[in-house]
């Protein structure tokens, strides 16, 4: 793919270039046996209207070339290359970024082709993952040898092992544990509630000096402000907030809110330290409604979209413990959407998170559009909304991690995309239905998706018929 990426610079605009460079590609290919993406495959978008998601416009009637896993080209005056494989929008059809979760525990193939079905081309995975899935699965989706989209991952750590967390109690082990991450593949540490104070500030230093950044939870005994200071470049929660910011310390959290004066704070400090903070208003929101209530799940577990749900992960929403807690927390979800909405208005970098599919209700992919609806039930703007699961997933990967560009329509950034019916910026909804995903480059049609989650969804049908 380098050659690819070295005549990016040449392209201006013009195709002639791209069309010689994909020639000489041709001639190359052989040599690029490794590559198992659309290494040297050509494909252009006709008369689709793009939602570049740089800013808030529509470019009508485009062309979009993608050479390889990246668009190439985009423009109203360009020749389509003879050997392209053409994808016409007949002037109605919307061509917008794929979305990214940037809050996952999913790790099996399978739910990484439900995501892909559902328009998510970029997942973080936010730490637990067994083996197995950062050594094979990871890599083997992100050269594209299996369907999903590209995944990014994070090495979870605690100072306890009451959360399912890798253990680490002392400054050594804190740096020990960042360059084995680092050796093991991880983009991320992502801290837990638990952690020591110098054990973190150890994780922080050697997560600097390694190019291996915190991300996570707020930590208890050092609390957001300083975790900021030191470097965190993401806060997985926005309800962190609640227990690390707002509670002063030693004081238990209540079911109260705390009073909405105090938002202009939280605010000003995520601008301050240009944190990224998941808006996962939709994931709080389920978690208030399943409190305590059994007949919640139930109702998740009938609903359609839970056909695509793994016979483990059934069992787990049938055994949530949130059933058998008491809280209510009606109040500090609304006051969690006022917090979300004024950080978007403010300009904080919010990425969307479902926690998909560890908490019931929340299945891969489905649930990425519910969070969207839920933003926009917050009062974001659809413009807003939608950036939180495209430019922004791109801009906190690209300053914090470097790596392919994503998440806007635009040459030089990576091919994943989603022809849709409608506007995105109308109605978010027609996202959910794609004419077609493209990831990396990789194009399949409503039919080839649908039969991706077609088998699926009957194999775990039969795994429950099994006598
Ligand atoms: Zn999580």
Do not use: C
């Not at 990014?152 to 306890?160: A, E, L, M």
């Not at 016979?311 to 059933?323: F, K, T, V």
């Not at 991690?401 to 329509?409: E, P, Y």
Request: charged share 20%; proline share 6%.
């Amino acid at each position: 793919m380098h050659y690819v990426r070295e005549v990016r610079g040449v392209l201006g605009g013009t195709v002639r270039h791209l069309y010689f460079a994909s020639l000489l590609w041709s001639i190359f290919w052989p040599l690029a046996v490794h590559a198992d993406y659309a290494s040297g495959r050509t494909t252009a978008f006709v008369h689709v209207n793009v939602i570049p998601m740089d800013r808030e416009r529509v470019l009508a009637d485009q062309t979009v070339i993608v050479e390889g896993n990246q668009i190439v080209a985009m423009g109203d005056q360009l020749t389509v290359p003879k050997h392209a494989q053409v994808i016409d929008g007949h002037k109605t059809a919307y061509l917008s970024p794929g979305l990214a979760d940037m809050h996952t525990h999913s790790e099996t193939p399978n739910d990484l082709a439900v995501y892909l079905a559902n328009g998510v081309t970029t997942i973080l995975h936010m730490g637990g993952a067994h083996a197995g899935f950062v050594d094979s699965i990871v890599p083997a989706v992100n050269r594209g040898a299996i369907p999903g989209p590209h995944v990014y991952t994070s090495f979870k750590v605690d100072g306890s092992r009451d959360y399912n967390a890798f253990v680490i109690k002392t400054p050594a082990e804190a740096r020990a544990v960042v360059g084995l991450a680092k050796t093991n593949g991880y983009d991320f540490i992502k801290v837990y509630v638990g952690l020591a104070p110098d054990a973190f500030f150890a994780l922080a230093e050697e997560g600097r000096r390694l190019a291996m950044p915190l991300v996570g939870h707020g930590v208890y005994a050092v609390r957001l402000e300083r975790q900021l200071a030191e470097g965190q470049v993401l806060i997985a929660h926005a309800e962190e907030f609640f227990y690390t910011f707002f509670t002063p310390p030693g004081v238990d959290e209540s079911d109260a809110p705390p009073d909405p004066s105090r938002i202009a704070s939280a605010v000003a400090l995520a601008k301050r330290y240009n944190v990224a903070v998941t808006a996962d208003v939709g994931t709080y929101a389920a978690i208030a409604h399943q409190i305590g209530r059994a007949d919640v799940v139930t109702s998740y577990l009938a609903r359609p979209e839970s056909l695509y749900l793994s016979p483990n992960d059934r069992l787990a929403w049938q055994m949530s413990a949130y059933a058998n807690k008491t809280a209510k927390l009606a109040p500090k979800l609304a006051f969690l959407r006022m917090l979300v909405k004024a950080m978007a208005d403010a300009g904080v970098e919010l990425v969307a998170g479902t926690d998909a599919p560890t908490i019931a209700g929340l299945p891969p992919g489905f649930s990425l559009h519910d969070s969207l609806s839920d933003l926009e039930a917050s009062g974001l703007t659809r413009f807003q909304a939608l950036s939180t699961a495209t430019r922004a997933p791109g801009s906190f990967m690209q300053r914090t991690k470097g790596g392919d560009l994503f998440g806007i329509v635009a040459p030089g950034y990576r091919a994943d995309l989603i022809l849709s019916s409608k506007n995105p910026l109308d109605t978010l909804t027609t996202l959910r239905t794609p004419m077609g995903v493209m990831v990396q480059g990789q194009w399949r049609d409503a039919a080839a998706l649908k039969d991706l989650t077609e088998k699926i969804r009957q194999s775990y049908r039969r795994a429950s018929e099994a006598p």
